[in-house]
């Protein structure tokens, strides 16, 4: 089973950046695409980014292109998250999993797809907030 352990939020004002990280534990890592999702207070978990399990293509939901970049270290066992000029919207917890098949609506391709057992991390919390 894959695992993911996510880190790096905080309490950040709007216009800020924040790093998340993603550390995976579990067999084939590398084999799969993986995606940061976020749930904001009140709201559905949405999809927000996904890398290849190559990382050479990513993919973002049209509200936060141009303002995240997502990256991921095949030796690191470790997927990445940097945010810029975040926004009051941006405001959640942000967790990750595997994108390939689709997961609530993020799709990357990965050498193989996931078939194994999912279940969501704890999340790490980002709040944007003057």
């Known amino acids: 089973q894959l695992k993911f352990l996510e880190s790096g939020g905080g309490l950040v004002h709007p216009g800020g950046s924040l790093r998340l990280s993603c550390e995976a534990s579990?067999?084939?890592?590398?084999?799969?695409?993986v995606g940061w999702f976020r749930q904001a207070p009140g709201k559905e978990r949405e999809g927000v980014s996904c890398v290849t399990s190559s990382g050479k293509f990513t993919n973002y939901v049209d509200s936060v292109k141009d303002r995240f970049t997502i990256s991921r270290d095949n030796a690191k066992n470790t997927v990445y998250l940097e945010m810029k000029n975040l926004k009051p919207e941006d405001t959640g917890v942000y967790y990750c999993?595997?994108?390939?098949?689709?997961?609530?609506?993020?799709?990357?391709?990965?050498?193989?797809?996931?078939?194994?057992?999912?279940?969501w991390g704890e999340g790490t919390l980002v709040t944007v907030s003057s």
């Open positions: 999993a595997t994108s390939d098949p689709p997961r609530l609506g993020l799709y990357c391709s990965g050498r193989s797809p996931y078939y194994g057992e999912h279940s």
């Open positions: 579990g067999p084939g890592f590398t084999y799969y695409a």
